[in-house]
């Protein structure tokens, strides 16, 4: 927004209004409340920013990366797919193909959960509106959400500022912004060209000093610093703070989830590990060598396998509704307990592929139980396709009804 909307205009002397198209100037008591009101506006702000930038530091981001960049994953795959273990169907087989689906969604939802707080990290940093009502443009280049700011005029006095304009016009400050290198202004020209700005500007024209003036007003409005009145500047941190806090919101929640899912993921993979390591033949020899056995003749292995998954996705629906319900654990029983619409859909794909998952691993347990020949692990069996027939497929029922608006 730029300014010229008050006008600096005293009330004349009987009291009457100023006349039409003119606004009375602000009181010095307006003046102050606005002063007072962006400097509380700007420490927010600064808080707002330390927390968001949690997120990218080591406390955020770089916690859940060494987890879901190790070689974990892929070991698992492998074994799933093809280790050699006479417990578990033959290597290559379809049986082994769909039991490696529980795995990829097991991984994939942690990255989806990743990808999306990226993407909202870009949003609450960056922005394409370019603050200027003054023109039009159909490119933009994306902005760092915090504009500039620069001092109301309409606030000072005359002299105050003339003493402004003539600080303005110091080479050395005006060198910050517009280079003296002629590669850093033919730079700076290009980028304001890309965007539809300064298309005939020259550098090479005789009035260099003009040239000069050109990118450095460029500069001020390509980091949306306007000159603004003071309620002007006060309306915008109204609406960026009001910004700052939605975007937040979703964005500590985002993390809560992602970081959920990624400790559930972590914990059954390394016990599929563990299974698939048991089920190596030499591995087997070892524990026959020492005395020890595994129960069930160790038919049990490749169930264990399937059963952990199955925890997983009930798991999964579990934990991707838990930050909501713990936000309004001190409410009553009857307030329903809604989601950001901006989350709802990644909790919705959460609970589709967690009952996906369970409704996998429920038709490879009875495709194994019908090849068993002992009653006991047909039992084991059967009970864990019932806790997913009758508790995580409802479970995922009831989590997706709930979520969504009435």
Not at 4 to 18: F, K, R
Not at 87 to 111: C, D, E, K, N, T
Not at 186 to 196: N, V
Not at 291 to 318: E, Q
Request: proline share 5%; aromatic share 10%; hydrophobic share 45%.
């Amino acid at each position: 927004m730029d300014s010229g909307s008050i006008s600096q205009v005293s009330p004349s002397e009987d009291g009457s209004a100023p006349p039409d198209g003119m606004q009375e100037a602000p009181s010095q008591e307006d003046l102050q409340e606005y002063r007072a009101y962006l400097q509380r506006g700007e420490t927010r702000l600064s808080t707002l920013h330390r927390v968001g930038g949690s997120f990218i530091s080591g406390a955020g981001l770089l916690t859940l990366l060494p987890v879901l960049g190790s070689q974990t994953f892929p070991a698992l795959c492998s074994a799933v797919l093809f280790i050699s273990a006479p417990l578990f169907p033959a290597p290559g087989s379809l049986q082994r193909w769909l039991a490696l689906l529980p795995v990829i969604v097991s991984l994939a939802l942690p990255l989806l959960a990743l990808i999306s707080l990226i993407q909202d990290l870009i949003a609450f940093y960056f922005t394409a509106y370019s603050f200027d009502t003054s023109t039009r443009r159909t490119v933009v280049y994306p902005r760092f959400i915090l504009s500039g700011i620069r001092v109301s005029e309409k606030s000072l006095s005359k002299r105050g500022k003339k003493e402004l304009d003539k600080a303005r016009e110091e080479p050395t400050f005006n060198q910050l912004i517009v280079p003296i290198k002629r590669a850093s202004r033919d730079r700076l020209l290009e980028e304001a060209k890309e965007i539809g700005d300064l298309k005939s500007l020259d550098l090479d024209d005789a009035n260099r000093e003009w040239a000069s003036e050109q990118l450095q007003d460029f500069v001020h409005r390509y980091t949306a610093s306007h000159v603004r009145t003071l309620a002007e500047e006060s309306a915008k941190m109204e609406t960026s703070l009001a910004r700052h806090h939605m975007f937040l919101r979703v964005l500590v929640l985002r993390y809560a989830k992602a970081f959920l899912l990624t400790i559930l993921t972590t914990i059954v993979t390394v016990g599929a590990l563990a299974v698939t390591n048991l089920a190596r033949p030499d591995v087997q020899g070892q524990l026959i060598g020492r005395g020890a056995s595994l129960p069930m003749g160790g038919d049990i292995l490749w169930v264990m396998l399937l059963g952990l998954y199955g925890l997983w996705s009930f798991g999964a629906a579990y934990v991707v509704r838990r930050p909501i319900r713990w936000i309004y654990r001190d409410m009553d029983d009857t307030v329903a307990r809604r989601t950001p619409v901006s989350l709802r859909k990644f909790e919705q794909r959460t609970l589709l592929f967690a009952a996906a998952t369970s409704i996998v691993v429920d038709v490879l347990l009875a495709w194994y139980a019908l090849s068993l020949n002992t009653t006991g692990m047909r039992w084991v069996a059967g009970l864990l396709i019932v806790a997913g027939v009758c508790i995580t497929l409802p479970f995922c029922w009831f989590e997706y009804k709930t979520e969504r608006p009435s």
